[in-house]
């Protein structure tokens, strides 16, 4: 069974990231993992703010940085009230998504825990959510939390396609939720039903390859 070691739980400290960080409080505190909470300042956001204000560069980092990292042990200082876990803070500027996949291969994670949308809806719609870029530069195993924490997760649905990779979502889940009930769901299908049909093969035969397919996913499950 995979056991978690450590897990990041990325932060722009918007409500959404302080559900995700809270969920990664409760998973560390169970699993007596090591709990890392990091926070980026978005070196293009600084780049845009000089332009706008004028404002002298080592100056306006400096301030925002300060500003940062009292948010950031004020959420670290909340999840140990909340939780009792001892979070680690990283504070630094940068690309965001590169930042955090940066973090979780120096870290060795095991696993990142993200909201699912950030402080600022508008920039996600536009070019994505953090949470989506991060996924595509990073291979690790990625939570993405949509609500509050209210309790440990009971129930975990697992779409499986039978490959390596649904073993691996099967193992983790267990680490995730080891009292939770897992439900197991594959949708199959008959390839090319569709052009098969329009080539003539009638509904007697396409419903026989239909029971068929159902028959092979069935044995496999």
């Known amino acids: 069974m995979i056991r978690l070691h450590t897990l ?19 998973l560390a505190a169970d699993g007596g993992a090591r709990l890392v909470l990091q926070h980026v300042v978005s070196s293009g956001a600084l780049d845009t703010l000089r332009q706008l204000f004028g404002v ?17 042990r004020g959420l670290g200082a909340a999840l140990h009230e909340h939780c009792g ?13 590169a930042e955090i996949a940066s973090e979780a291969d120096a870290l060795d994670a095991d696993l990142l825990v993200l909201g699912a949308r950030g402080a ?6 536009l070019l994505g959510s953090t949470t989506e870029r991060v ?10 939390v949509r609500r509050a924490a209210a309790h440990a997760y009971r129930r975990v649905l697992l779409p499986v396609d039978f490959s390596a990779r649904s073993r691996q979502a099967i193992a983790m889940a ?3 939720a080891p009292q939770a009930e897992l439900l197991l769901l594959h949708a199959f299908e008959v390839p090319f039903e569709g052009r098969l049909r329009h080539a003539g093969v009638g509904e007697a035969e396409l419903a026989a390859l239909t029971a068929s397919a159902r028959r092979e996913a069935e044995a496999r499950m």
């Open 8 to 26: 990041l739980a990325p932060t722009d400290l918007s409500a959404p990231a302080r559900q995700a960080a809270e969920r990664a409080a409760r």
């Open 56 to 72: 002298a560069p080592g100056d306006l980092q400096q301030r925002l940085l300060d500003e940062a990292r009292e948010e950031l």
């Open 85 to 97: 876990v001892d979070a680690e803070l990283h504070l630094g500027s940068g690309a965001v998504a």
């Open 120 to 125: 600022s809806l508008v920039h996600d719609l």
């Open 135 to 144: 996924l595509r530069k990073t291979g690790r195993p990625l939570l993405v």
């Open 174 to 176: 267990r680490a995730l």
